[in-house]
């Protein structure tokens, strides 16, 4: 199912309100799971709304994605998680709210709300789909357009997910578009916070450790944060050295990798070369604009660096069963 | 195969000027070089008017002869004139004489002076020849370049005298007793500024952290002038990397400016500092080097790329043509 289902290291956690539903991983979530998450940056959002959604499309449920100018970063992540999105969107299982339906229901009273929610329930179910899961960008609905507070429409889908078995919802309160008096409010009234730790986030570069000697790194590295990177990599080589048994290869993905800067590339290529004979640096699914700038910093010559393209988004299409 | 430490490269470049007073005495003393070279084995390379090419070719009949790219910038569609950058050009001959000497042992190149570069002043041509002595000292390349005895500006006779090594006279190659190193010739005479342009449409003051901004709205920017994809993402990475020069050794605050026209894009960066290394980057950086690279990649991508120094710190001025 590729790296959305790798998500062995998110936990979900007591909310704030004490509720009694402690589940699993975001992929893990129940029947009648209704959660909230906290990005705290935009690559943590869209790791969390991957996922989310990539567990459901792999269950054969219906998927919705309630947009507001955010779903071709979601998709990016998903084609980056080399899940197919092409055939789930053709199917009809994967499903692209758009922004004006997103931003309507939150002019909408709350029982007309819950009519609609009920509705897209009861076609899923009419369909055959083995469930039913949603989440998208509401912080439209923070401003109140309506006067009605974002945590009375949170009840009313509360209520729905709670009365319809084989629903799903995450709700995603991230910290670039939420105050943090709206996000402490609506942590209050979710059962379940999802939470997915990284090893690094400054809101530019995310680094996520997915095994010994492995982790994946979403979104730009610059002059800013590239002394990370050094760190991580030396940090990984001591530990895969001393650990018995561990695999000669230090793997990053870099899949969702967007930007990386000339020095940064330099001395990724130069770490490589100081690893010990017996050890590899291996770059996954590198961007061909990655890509570039490390064949212009002389990775070609270095021996024990192997670098792996990011294959067409095609690829990836064809491994989508119909 | 290891990278192996850098060793200093020593000065294989043969620099030598010669000075004409026709098109007749020019020819006179440069068909027998372009014979001798051939007689040699070498390759030989020329930078010359029209006319001169002509006659040269006439003159040695079948062999075969390399015709360097013109130097004469098309007309800005910001700035309305043609403008020409030394150090653009002396980027440019070093990226061709390096290829060309990857596969010929050695390389004579007959360069011509062309008053349409000579500018305000002449000192276009005191710039590429001290450029040139940065750019491709550690080729196999002997250049002789011919100026006019009795230029337009005596600048252009000033800077020839000092920027060659060797002196062609009866026929002969000796040394030059006036000549002096490229960074005695540019402390004297530093890089000139360019034509000022009006106000930019874009002026965004950055730090270290900001440096995603201004990848941001060098992105918008090729999108406006409709760059294909992949030179579009080189070009941020080129901005990138000039940018992130200007307040990692200039000042904590710089300073970008663009221009995006239907038909080209220019991006300035200017800081408070004072730069080292008078012409960054001409250098082709060894491997092995951790710094560095990124001025020289960025001349590479961009089709002008002219770095000054005045009172207010150091500046940097980039176009690009789709």
């Known amino acids: 199912m590729g790296s959305a289902l790798q998500c062995s290291h998110e936990h979900l956690s007591r909310s704030a309100n004490g509720g009694d539903a402690l589940v699993g991983a975001t992929d893990e979530l129940t029947s009648a799971d209704h959660a909230c998450a906290v990005p705290v940056s935009d690559e ?29 970063a979601v998709l990016g992540r998903l084609v980056d998680d080399r899940v197919p999105v092409a055939g789930p969107l053709r199917r009809g299982q994967l499903e692209i709210v758009t922004s004006d339906v997103t931003r309507g229901a939150f002019h909408a009273p709350l029982p007309a709300v819950q009519e609609l929610l009920n509705s897209y329930i009861d076609l899923s179910e009419r369909d055959g789909w083995a469930g039913f899961r949603m989440t998208g960008q509401m912080s439209y609905g923070a401003a109140r357009p309506a006067g009605i507070p974002l945590s009375s429409y949170d009840a009313v889908l509360d209520e729905v997910v709670r009365k319809r078995d084989s629903a799903r919802a995450l709700c995603l309160y991230d910290r670039t578009r939420y105050t943090d008096e709206q996000i402490e409010e609506m942590r209050a009234v979710h059962r379940a916070e999802v939470t997915a730790p990284a090893a690094y986030d400054d809101g530019l570069l995310r680094i996520t450790r997915t095994g010994l000697g492995r982790a994946r790194l979403a979104g730009e590295i610059d002059h800013s944060n590239r002394p990370m990177i050094t760190t991580l990599l030396l940090g990984d080589l001591d530990k895969v050295l001393r650990a018995p048994n561990a695999p000669n290869d230090i793997v990053l993905n870099l899949a969702s ?53 990011l294959p067409e988004p095609g690829v990836a299409e064809e491994e989508d069963p119909e | 195969m290891k990278v192996t430490p850098r060793t200093p490269a020593g000065l294989a470049l043969r620099h030598a000027v010669a000075f004409h007073d026709t098109t007749d005495d020019l020819l006179a003393q440069a068909v027998p070089l372009v014979r001798e070279a051939l007689d040699r084995g070498e390759r030989v390379a020329l930078t010359v008017p029209g006319v001169v090419e002509q006659a040269i070719r006439g003159a040695v009949g079948s062999a075969e002869l390399v015709s360097l790219a013109p130097a004469v910038p098309p007309v800005s569609s910001v700035s309305g004139a043609a403008e020409g950058s030394g150090q653009t050009t002396a980027a440019l001959r070093g990226r061709e004489l390096r290829m060309l000497c990857r596969d010929e042992p050695a390389v004579t190149v007959v360069a011509v002076h062309d008053e349409r570069l000579d500018g305000a002043d002449g000192s276009y041509w005191t710039e590429l020849d001290a450029a040139l002595n940065v750019a491709v000292a550690d080729l196999d390349v002997t250049m002789v370049c011919f100026y006019p005895s009795y230029p337009l500006h005596l600048e252009v006779l000033e800077g020839a005298r000092a920027n060659h090594a060797l002196l062609l006279a009866g026929g002969e190659l000796r040394e030059n007793p006036a000549h002096r190193c490229p960074v005695e010739v540019l402390r004297s005479r ?25 990848r941001g709205a060098v992105e918008t920017a090729v999108g406006l002038v409709g760059f294909e994809r992949a030179r579009g993402e080189d070009l941020v990475l080129a901005v990138n990397e000039v940018a992130t020069n200007a307040v990692e050794h200039g000042t904590a605050d710089a300073e970008l400016c663009l221009w995006a026209s239907p038909t080209e894009l220019v991006c300035e960066v200017h800081d408070g500092g004072t730069l080292g290394e008078r012409l960054p980057g001409l250098k082709a950086p060894h491997p092995k080097d951790p710094r560095g690279r990124g001025v020289w990649i960025a001349r590479q991508l961009c089709d002008l790329l002219h770095v000054w120094r005045d009172a207010s710190g150091t500046h940097v001025r980039m176009h690009a043509r789709p």
């Open chain 1, 44 to 72: 943590q959002l869209w790791e969390l709304t991957a996922a989310f959604l990539a567990a459901g499309l792999a269950r054969g449920e219906k998927v919705y994605y309630f947009d507001d100018g955010t779903s071709d």
């Open chain 1, 257 to 309: 990798l967007r930007f990386l800067d000339v020095t940064t590339a330099v001395s990724m290529v130069q770490v490589a070369e100081g690893f010990p004979d017996t050890h590899r640096l291996v770059l996954t699914g590198v961007r061909p604009r990655v890509q570039r700038v490390f064949d212009r910093c002389g990775a070609a010559f270095a021996r024990q660096l192997a670098i792996e393209e």
């Open chain 2, 190 to 214: 530093p890089a000139q500024s360019p034509v000022v342009l009006g106000p930019p449409d874009l002026r965004l003051t950055y730090n270290s952290w900001q440096l995603h901004d201004v």
